[in-house]
């Protein structure tokens, strides 16, 4: 009731500075708080997460190294016996009987499910588990082609077909088969068959020799299809024996292609989920593309924090996987008190940040009361100065300082910015008067000018060969010249409309250019062009903006009599929308007391008849239509630069 009471009042407030800073504060500290929680949230879930992950990435590379450490470990364990006198004896002389006996005690004895003796040509000479089945060749599987080839000893991971584990026994044959259960979120089941027959082995192959000379193989396998033994002792040195509920929080899974063939992994049922699919995602990741997996999976019936690496063969091909997971309820308990003890720090921490937000907007609100007025008054012009109160606190004193610095800066930038505005109205007004008078001048030239011409060139094929047929032809060329003079006044002072297409400014330029070069005046002139690849194409009159290139490289020419440098540069401004050419050359440069006036029609430094001072007066005309903007900058003997700006529309 009380805070609806605050409210209440608050909206009586209206539009009041006090109502609008209380509601800015209030609205800050509410948004710092959300974020805050957001971030706290996040950064906790991160750490525990972290943690977890790091927990299951340690426990992938145990179960990793046990696997390999396996395999070694019975790899050790066949070369030394392939290489003791009684096998080797045996099997040089094909004793069948005595080999089988042997056979029998090495599998009982360190738990292999396959031991065979194998001849030099891949067939089998005795199988511990079958003593009448013998003869059949072997010769294709690839670790005893591998021996065969290289003649040294070779273990690792492989797959046994149906056929071939149903010769070594009925009761592996009968644990290799398995039903495909299709669980949610595991990739799509086979469509045919729905079992799987092959089975995954431990293959441990070891060379015999006697005297040199190869006389069979030892063989020896453990078939890891529903091997409960395998998984149970990796679960135990990696994860003890800690329960949620009833459930294991370590799971070690081993992997034939998708299938689950070991696992300690169970369904809802509490039955092994032997013969269930991993995910699509995981899939893709770990078997096809060979790369480890660490995420949030999907496993059977419950979520664990899940990692998974590949299983290859001899050839480095895939073959299977192994997983270990972490059920993640071990997880959810740590990262919910963590948060709710988070939640009251960050409830406490607003609190109080709402009652200081309160306090200072009472602190604060009458002069910044008198700021706000005075910001209206110099909105319409009136500037004058705050006062500053012996009495207020040094935080405001400061504030009421830069304000009043603001407000100096402002009626300077604001004086300044008049003089500009009324100097270009100036020279746009001035400009527009010659170029009115220019125009009324050169129609009433233009007339007698061509009766002149016209006389001058009669009278020159009259009198050619007399002595005043230089005087004539001097009369002909002068008024030639006259009227190229007022063609060009006619074309400054006509309202001429460009015909604007879509255009490259680049190519352009380079058809500029490329003509220039060619002119004796660049023979000495080294022209660099520094053009921007991605410069967006613009609406311009194609033969004017020709001109304006001609015209400004043409001048910079004329500024550089002993030779130089002339750089034109295209340029993209994204924030404003511009198009900047610039046109820089290393002459002899303008003087500050002609640069106002270089734009003005008939104004030229160079020497008579060498300039009419209209080039740059229609330069300007042609940027104006196009609706941008020529400045120009040059300092004596250093050289001049022209900036033309055109919009992108």
Known sequence: ???????????????????????????????????????????????????????????????????????????????????????????????????????VQIKEEFQFDIVNVVKPDGTILVRANNYEAYGDSIAHYKYIEWVLRNQQPAAGTGILGYENIKNEGPDLAERTVMKIIPTPKARAPRLEPKIEDRALVL?????????????????AAV???????????????IFKEEKIKGKDVGTVTIFLDDIRVATNVVD??????????????????????????????????DYYLSGYTRITDIDNQPIGMLYVGILEAKFSQILRQTTLLYFLLIFLMTAVAIYISTYLVNLYTRPMSRMIKATADIAQGNYHLLTISPDESEEIKELEENFNSMVTAIEERDRKLKELTEKTILR???????????????????????????????LEEELKGSPYEQ??????????????????????????????????????IEEAIQLLEKHVKFHNIKIIKNLDPKLPEIKVDADEFRSVINTLADNAADAMPNGGQLIISTSFDFDNQQVIIRIADTGIGISEE??????????????KGKGTGLGLSMTYGVIKRHNGTIEVKSRVNEGTEFIIKLPVE
């Open 268 to 301: 809802q049922s509490g039955r092994r989920a032997v013969g269930t699919l991993i995910s699509e995602e995981v899939y893709k990741q770990v078997y096809e593309q060979g790369m480890d997996w660490l995420g949030r999976a999907f496993v059977v019936s």
């Open 223 to 237: 078939l890891l299809n529903n091997n409960d033994h395998f998984v149970e002792r990796f679960k135990r040195l």
């Open 1 to 103: 009731m009380k805070f609806q009471g605050i409210l209440t009042k608050l909206n009586r407030l209206g539009s009041s500075l006090r109502f609008k800073l209380i509601f800015g504060f209030l609205t800050i500290v509410f948004l710092m708080g959300a974020l805050s929680t957001y971030l706290g949230i996040s950064s906790i879930n991160r750490n525990v997460i972290r943690e977890a992950y790091d927990n299951v990435r340690n426990s992938l590379r145990a179960i990793s190294d046990l696997y390999r450490e396996e395999i070694e470990k019975r790899a050790n364990i066949i070369e030394y016996l392939s290489r003791t006198s009684e096998i080797v004896g045996a099997t040089a002389s094909e004793n069948r009987e005595y080999l089988y006996e042997k056979l």
């Open 471 to 508: 005087d004539l032809k001097i009369i002909k060329e002068e008024t030639l010249r006259c009227r190229k003079i007022v063609r060009n006044l006619l074309d400054f002072a006509r309202d001429y409309k460009p015909e604007r297409t879509y255009s490259n400014l680049n190519s352009l």
């Open 428 to 458: 746009s007004e001035k400009l527009a008067s010659i170029g009115r008078l220019a125009s009324g001048i050169a129609h009433e030239i233009n007339n007698p000018l061509t009766g002149i011409l016209a006389y001058s060139s009669v």
């Open 594 to 607: 002609n640069l106002e006036r270089i734009f003005e029609p008939f104004f030229t430094t160079k020497e």
């Open 203 to 219: 293959k441990t192959v070891s060379p015999i020799f006697q005297d040199n000379l190869l006389v069979g193989i030892l063989y």
